[in-house]
C-alpha cells in the first residue's frame, strides 16, 4: 500500500476567496479556523522546493505542477455542481486565476462520489496546444494530444461553500504519475473542524 502524508489546511469560515498553492495560503485568513481542508500526497514525493518530485527508484521526476485548493467567494448552491457539464465545469467551479484555463479546457470525465457523508464532484479535465509543431505525440491526426491536464474535485459545504481542489500536470509528468495523482485529487476531504 502506498504511504501518504496528509497536507492540513484551516480557514476561517467566511464567504471570502480563500486560496492554497502547494500547501501555502496565499490568500485567506485561520482566524477562527473552523473548516478543515486536506489531501494526501504520496510519501515518496519530495518536500519544500522538491515538493512534486517522484524520488521512488528508477522515477526522479516532476510528478505534478501544481496542487491548486480553493473556496469560492460568495455563496453557491450545491444544485450547480450538478449542471457543471451543462453550464461549464470552470463556471460551476468558479476558478481561479492558476486554474484558468479550466474555462477553456476538454471534459474527459466527471462522477459525483461520496466520502464521509460529504458528496464530492470529480473532473477530469484537458487542454491541447493550438499547433502540435515537432512534438513526438503529433500523430498527423489533424489534432493536437493533450498537454496539460486537469484532475478537479468540488463540494459544497454547509449548504453553500463550494471548496475545490485542482491537480494540475503536464503530459510527461501525466504518463509518470496518473495513478498517484487521482490518488492526490480523490483525497480531498473538506469538514467543519471539531
Given amino acids: 500500500e502506498a504511504k501518504e502524508r496528509t497536507v492540513n489546511i484551516l480557514w476561517d469560515d467566511s464567504d471570502r476567496l480563500q486560496l492554497n498553492v502547494d500547501g501555502s495560503n496565499t490568500r485567506g485568513t485561520t482566524d477562527g479556523s473552523n473548516i478543515r481542508v486536506s489531501y494526501n500526497l504520496p510519501e515518496k514525493w519530495g518536500t519544500g522546493e522538491d515538493m512534486y518530485l517522484d524520488r521512488s527508484e528508477g522515477a526522479n521526476l516532476k510528478a505534478c505542477n501544481h ?6 467567494p460568495g455563496k453557491v448552491s450545491p444544485d450547480t455542481l450538478d449542471k457543471a457539464t451543462s453550464i461549464g465545469v470552470g463556471e460551476a467551479l468558479s476558478t481561479v486565476d492558476i486554474l484558468s484555463a479550466v474555462n477553456s479546457a476538454d471534459l474527459i470525465s466527471g462522477r459525483k462520489t461520496t466520502r464521509g457523508g460529504q458528496v464530492y464532484y470529480e473532473f477530469d479535465m484537458a487542454t491541447a496546444p ?3 509543431g515537432d512534438s513526438q505525440a503529433n500523430l498527423g491526426l489533424g489534432f493536437c494530444p493533450y498537454d496539460t491536464v486537469y484532475l478537479l474535485s468540488a463540494t459544497v459545504l454547509d449548504g453553500d461553500r463550494l471548496f475545490v ?8 509528468e501525466w504518463k509518470q504519475a496518473n495513478a498517484d495523482l487521482k490518488r492526490v485529487r480523490s483525497s480531498f476531504d473538506v469538514s467543519i473542524a471539531a
Avoid at 165 to 172: F, H, K, L, N, R
Fill in 165 to 172: 481542489i485542482g491537480v494540475e500536470s503536464d503530459y510527461a
Fill in 67 to 72: 496542487v491548486t485548493v480553493y473556496q469560492a
Fill in 130 to 132: 493550438k499547433t502540435c
